[in-house]
């Protein structure tokens, strides 16, 4: 895979600590702006907000976790699958789990916005690596 460069982080992570020092690596390693939610339903809803009505760029990246209640990261990205492929084309998705699963790794490559899968914690070193 190839290394990406961006602007527009999304973080999905039920976990607020780590969204928290996901996003002060982010922020304070690379110029870029973050958006952080808890709950995966709640980040779809707001980017096809943002796909409708325009009102923010999009991410070119998001970090997204597998394991989370109500919504979790496989059910989210079946549902981004659905919105128009001009803005998949656009969009990479990088897992970021504590899964170490042979088979999380292998399903994570059967979906084509998935860039990378990364085990936690985000570094910078991992993240100079993906951008």
């Known amino acids: ?8 982080i999304l973080l999905i992570d039920d976990d607020p600590v780590a969204n928290l020092v996901n996003q ?5 390693h690379f110029d870029f702006k ?5 709950d995966a339903h709640m980040a779809l809803q707001q980017l096809k907000q943002w796909l ?3 009102t923010m760029p999009l991410p ?22 659905k919105l128009p492929m001009l803005y998949l084309a656009k969009c ?3 897992i970021l789990t504590s899964s170490i699963d042979l088979d999380d790794i292998e ?3 059967s979906y084509k916005a998935v860039f990378d899968f990364v085990s936690k914690p ?4 991992k993240l100079k690596s993906l951008v």
């Open 34 to 38: 973050t958006v952080v939610f808890t």
């Open 60 to 81: 070119e990246i998001i970090f997204l976790d597998i394991d989370m209640p109500e919504m979790n990261g496989w059910e989210f990205l079946e549902e981004l699958h």
């Open 107 to 109: 399903k994570s490559k």
């Open 24 to 28: 002060r690596i982010i922020e304070c």
């Open 1 to 8: 895979m190839t290394a990406l460069s961006a602007k527009n």
């Open 52 to 54: 409708l009505l325009h």
């Open 92 to 94: 990479r998705i990088v």
């Open 122 to 125: 985000l570094t910078v070193e």
